[in-house]
């Protein structure tokens, strides 16, 4: 079979069977002349996981944009922690502190590994909004191809959307404009600058 092939029969991604094949928790597959990689089912098979859905982990997943927004990540912990206890569910909290359209955080990366490799059975938020600003549907997609519940406790706007909004897109200004300009330089706090007041702006 081709990875993608191997990958699908056996509920991961073609990245996992790849780092298997590194860890030589798998043998290295046959490869054809042109270098793709082969794989035997007779020797694959062990790996083949079809975990039922009430012996995956529920995970509970809270994020907010800034540091200054440390105690609302306390408050959506506290929230899901309840939430998941109350409903008798093992659990466990993932926290991110980070953009809403940053798709590399720890936390994430960590939640859509347990997703794709079938080790999670749940995924709790307590906004649509906490996982993703843009691309949750994708996420969401994702979940019903690998039979996640996903439940959200709270599925009206947040308060704070306009002002979490304005504070992603002054991140990514940031960013960008210390790439082009240098962060010290005249051009770039004028920019910056400029942004904050905008936020500012928003939040009144």
Not at 116 to 145: M, N, P, Q, W, Y
Not at 184 to 195: A, Q, V
Request: glycine letters at 8%; aromatic letters at 6%.
């Amino acid at each position: 079979m081709t990875i993608g092939q191997a990958a699908k029969w056996l509920g991961v991604s073609s990245q996992t069977l790849r780092r298997w094949e590194r860890e030589g928790r798998i043998e290295p597959p046959q490869r054809t002349s042109g270098g793709q990689r082969r794989y035997e089912l007779s020797k694959i098979a062990h790996e083949k996981r079809q975990p039922e859905v009430k012996n995956r982990k529920t995970l509970a997943y809270a994020r907010v944009s800034s540091h200054d927004q440390k105690s609302d990540l306390e408050r959506q912990k506290e929230m899901l922690s309840i939430y998941c206890a109350s409903q008798g569910w093992s659990f466990e909290v993932i926290a991110d502190l980070g953009s809403g359209m940053n798709y590399r955080k720890k936390g994430l990366k960590k939640l859509l590994e347990g997703i794709i490799e079938g080790t999670v059975g749940r995924l709790v938020l307590t906004h649509k909004d906490r996982l993703l600003r843009f691309g949750a549907e994708l996420i969401f997609s994702i979940c019903e191809e690998k039979g996640v519940e996903v439940v959200i406790i709270n599925k009206g706007d947040e308060p704070s959307f306009e002002e979490e909004l304005a504070q992603d897109v002054l991140e990514i200004i940031t960013v960008f404009s210390a790439r082009l300009y240098g962060s010290r330089s005249r051009k770039n706090k004028k920019l910056i600058g400029d942004m904050k007041q905008a936020v500012e702006n928003a939040r009144s």
